[in-house]
């Protein structure tokens, strides 16, 4: 136990040190991709409450994940433009946008995880996609917004005491981001609502005959994961300055299953180590060639076939 | 006594195939109840519909006098009555504590509680441990559960049964796969238990079930054909012709 | 009338182009418990073949067959290479593979092909129109797609309901452990039946060539689509995809064409436009909302 604590501490003060290093090899494309990689765990490490706590197969995470960011960027577009409606103003302070963004993103889950968790198993696997390619074509057509082009806006959202275009310092919001999502999740999966999440991957009908009304287990579940996707896509459109229905596209959804299952599902760990890889992988793939994703696919289709447990599985 | 459970004219059909024929059944309060019956004769499916897992065509389940026909089976749960399953049934990466300590937690309300730690909640794992200790397995509490023997394992899906707290266990094959050594020291465990609680056994070892059961009741194509003690059945005719193939 | 009369043949002609897709992925779901996202590369590897082929030689006939062709030895060979393999495993691994799959026959397609589009013309026999129903002419190409999906759709019936194989097939579906008892060969009845998903696959993507440009990532939206098809209808029944899929080919179509007009008679003209393109977009998946709000298993779920 103080072991595993002493791990935690010792990463979170090597992630620390991240742009230090950057500075210090003349590389400030570290700093954005650490964002990036901080930002995709906190989705993935929502994700994994679903699949490897919970049990459940979300296909449509990139639907909370872009909920989130279009939030942030429609807010922004109304702030520097006419009131949404001519009567909501925009915003433009974090501390307002994000939890908004939060809550967007919470309520469309519950939305979408109240029909599809009428379902189990593959349907659920489907449904979740569509519901998502939903939203996709949503954004698509919201020619107000950009359509199928974004909506890109000036200014990151305020957080007083930090300069809007200081890159590091944003580094550290989202690190902290992280770091917070952790712990809460990692409260969670260990209070009684995570053992019940825990037996329900483990043996669902034997919890319906212990006297345990599933459904709004899993909703709650989903909705948690949800709003967390929503602050993840909140930092993303943050960390552009832009978003775009790319945020919601269903190969977004494809990838952070890969980071979830890549790390090693079940963990929380698992898919930090798992967004972390995905990153570095690709932007080193993509310096050897265009066509990164012909190594890409069959990786993939390898570590489902070999190390099912992911990467934290090779190290046990 | 009254009946514990009232079962009434119970049918299912699956397709063409009629699995519960008109099924009337009494589980009177503090007894073991035997259901038995030759292959296909229809008791998982009784089990089924009873626990609530299985919706019925038609008929009427009560409860301690409460129809519970058309309930959920989380709500019969908590009017007192849970099953054990055919094939074992439990939560494997679980430890043995931890599985019965969450049947406490669901039996105790629900669990929207997302901040303290389950695992050093003395309110749950203090009623685990006396219910394991019960089962006779309270020096494995500690093991996962699926490390352990498969007889432990049969005896962990009873230790949680019984902490549902419910006043009627439905028991379907407890001793299915079970060698005789086990299934010995599982004939006392229900010896045991009986004293404390209803039971609707299903099972195939007929040693346990005359051993065991206070009245036996036997099912032939979803029917009831005989019930009454044991010794009325073994001499029942109607019974000696469903399972001897003797004229009745 | 005369447009509505030719936007039900445009909604029936992409409802049995989504048949020709889900057939296969339903089938392959209901007999391997398989959820096969390269469904999608297999209708792109057919549209690529047909399209490089006719471009070739200029032959549509050869076109339909090399794509038909490409299709099935493409199924084939990542069903005996990889999929049997997943089978057994949980929905969760053949997700993330056969996504896995379908990145590296983007990307493969995009090395062979370029990422420009591919077009494929209408060939002369099938070119120009009929006026079946009177008043309203109708393409002969789309009408040909109407007929060879019905065509598949009777052929199907045809060898479940009345065949050998079709009866292992029924068999294989609820209790494939029983059928492997009997001696059965599991292993070649499911690669047989995953080719001619593939063959199905490949068929709706060279007759699609002529309509739609062939190009990278052709397949991701339509596999959705077909998704949508399958969870309407209910997952793992022929019938059920088929009329899911007529249903949705209908929904689809006509929303896209009448929707931002009947929005107009309310609203302004260009916020009408707006909505109606939006809201026709989102029609089939509000579509399976409320089917699964009504019946959580589909229309015709496929057992009991």
């Known amino acids: 136990m103080v072991r595993r604590y002493l791990a935690a501490l010792v990463a979170i003060a090597l992630a620390c040190l991240v742009p230090a290093v950057a500075a210090a090899l003349g590389k400030p494309d570290l700093i954005t991709l650490g964002t990036q990689i901080a930002i995709y765990a906190i989705a993935a490490a929502g994700l994994d409450l679903l699949i490897g706590y919970t049990g459940l197969s979300s296909f449509g995470h990139a639907a909370f994940f872009g909920l989130g960011g279009y939030t942030v960027g429609i807010m922004a577009f109304h702030a520097a433009g006419e009131p949404m409606f001519g009567v909501i103003p925009g915003l433009t302070e974090a501390w307002l946008v994000w939890p908004l963004a939060i809550a967007v993103s919470a309520i469309a889950a519950l939305a979408i995880g109240a029909l599809s968790l009428r379902t189990i198993g593959v349907s659920f696997i489907m449904i979740t996609l569509a519901f998502a390619e939903m939203f996709f074509f949503l954004f698509v057509s919201l020619k107000t917004y950009g359509g199928d082009d974004g909506l890109g806006f000036r200014r990151r959202n305020a957080i007083p005491g930090i300069a809007p275009r200081d890159d590091v310092a944003f580094y550290y919001v989202c690190l902290t981001a992280l770091v917070l999502v952790l712990a809460l999740l990692h409260r969670v999966v260990h209070s009684r609502f995570g053992r019940v999440l825990q037996g329900m991957r483990q043996n669902p009908r034997r919890m319906e005959a212990i006297g345990l009304a599933t459904y709004r287990y899993k909703l709650t579940a989903f909705t948690i994961a949800g709003a967390v996707a929503g602050l993840a896509g909140a930092l993303h459109a943050n960390l552009l300055r832009f978003v775009s229905p790319d945020m919601l596209h269903w190969t977004m959804s494809g990838d952070f ?24 992988l690709q932007s080193w793939l993509a310096q050897w060639t265009e066509h990164w994703m012909i190594v890409m696919g069959p990786i993939l289709v390898f570590v489902v076939l070999f190390a099912r447990r992911g990467i934290l599985g090779l190290f046990r | 006594m009254s009946a514990l459970l009232e079962v009434r004219g119970l049918m299912k059909r699956f397709g063409g195939l009629i699995a519960t024929n008109n099924l009337d059944l009494d589980v009177t309060e503090g007894e073991l109840h035997a259901l038995i019956g030759p292959n296909g004769a229809g008791k998982s499916t009784a089990i089924g519909l009873i626990s609530g897992e299985l919706k019925p065509d038609a008929g009427t389940i009560r409860l301690a006098r409460a129809d519970i026909t058309a309930a959920p089976i989380a709500a019969r749960v908590r009017l007192g009555m849970t099953r054990s399953f055919q094939v074992t049934s439990i939560l494997p990466e679980f430890t043995a504590l931890e599985n019965v300590a969450l049947v406490e937690q669901i039996r105790a309300g629900h669990s929207f509680r997302f901040w303290r730690e389950a695992a050093r909640d003395r309110s749950l794992t203090d009623p685990a441990r006396d219910t394991l200790a019960r089962i006779g397995l309270a020096a494995r509490a500690e093991v996962a559960a699926r490390d352990l023997a498969h007889g432990e394992q049969r005896q962990l899906e009873l230790a949680m049964a019984l902490m549902t707290g419910a006043k009627l266990l439905l028991l379907d094959e407890p001793m299915a796969g079970l060698g005789a050594t086990e299934s010995q020291a599982m004939t006392e465990i229900l010896a045991g238990l009986k004293r404390h609680t209803t039971i609707l056994l299903v099972e195939h070892d007929m040693d346990a079930v005359f051993a065991l059961a206070d009245r036996i009741t036997v099912l032939v194509y979803g029917q009831a054909i005989a019930s009454g003690p044991p010794d009325a059945i073994r001499a029942d005719p109607a019974v000696r012709a469903a399972y001897l193939g003797e004229e009745a | ?9 445009n909604g029936l002609q992409f409802g049995v182009m989504l048949f020709l897709l889900a057939a296969g992925l339903t089938l392959v779901f209901g007999i391997m418990g398989l959820i096969n996202l390269a469904h999608a590369s297999l209708y792109m590897i057919g549209a690529f073949a047909a399209a490089w082929v006719q471009g070739r030689t200029g032959s549509f006939a050869l076109a339909l067959l090399a794509g038909l062709a490409a299709a099935a030895a493409t199924g084939v060979a990542i069903e005996v290479a990889v999929l049997r393999r997943l089978y057994a495993r949980d929905h969760m691994d053949q ?18 092909f370029g990422r420009q589009p591919l077009m494929a013309a209408v060939p002369g026999w099938l070119g120009g129109s009929v006026e079946f129903i009177p008043g309203v002419p109708y393409p002969v190409y789309r009408l040909a797609i109407i007929v060879v999906g019905m065509a598949v759709a009777a052929l199907l019936y045809g060898l479940i309901g009345h065949t050998r194989v079709g009866m292992l097939i029924r068999a294989g579906a609820t209790h494939r452990d029983m059928v492997r008892a009997l001696g059965v060969d599991i292993g070649l009845l499911s690669t047989g039946i995953f080719g001619l998903g593939a063959a199905l696959a490949g068929l709706a993507g060279a007759m699609t060539g002529p309509l739609l440009s062939v190009q990278v990532g052709m397949g991701d939206r339509i596999l959705i689509t077909t998704f949508v098809v399958i969870v309407v209808g209910g997952i793992g029944s022929v019938r059920g995809a088929l009329a899911g899929a007529l249903l949705v ?21 260009t916020e009408a436009d707006a909505i109606g393109a939006g809201l026709s977009s989102m029609a089939v998946f509000i579509l399976m909302a409320v089917v699964l709000l009504v019946r959580p298993r589909g229309l015709f779920p496929a057992h009991g």
């Open chain 3, 95 to 112: 997700v993330l593979a056969t996504f896995g799959m379908i990145l590296f026959f983007n990307e493969a397609m995009a090395m062979l």
């Open chain 3, 1 to 9: 009338m005369t447009l509505l009369a030719e936007q039900v043949l």
């Open chain 3, 249 to 269: 080919g209908m929904v689809d179509t006509l929303t896209r064409a009448f929707l931002p007009g009947l929005l107009k008679s309310v609203m302004v003209a």
């Open chain 1, 257 to 280: 299953m890969i980071m979830v299952v890549l790390g090693g599902a079940g963990t929380l760990v698992g898919p930090v180590i798992g967004a972390a890889a995905m990153v570095l």
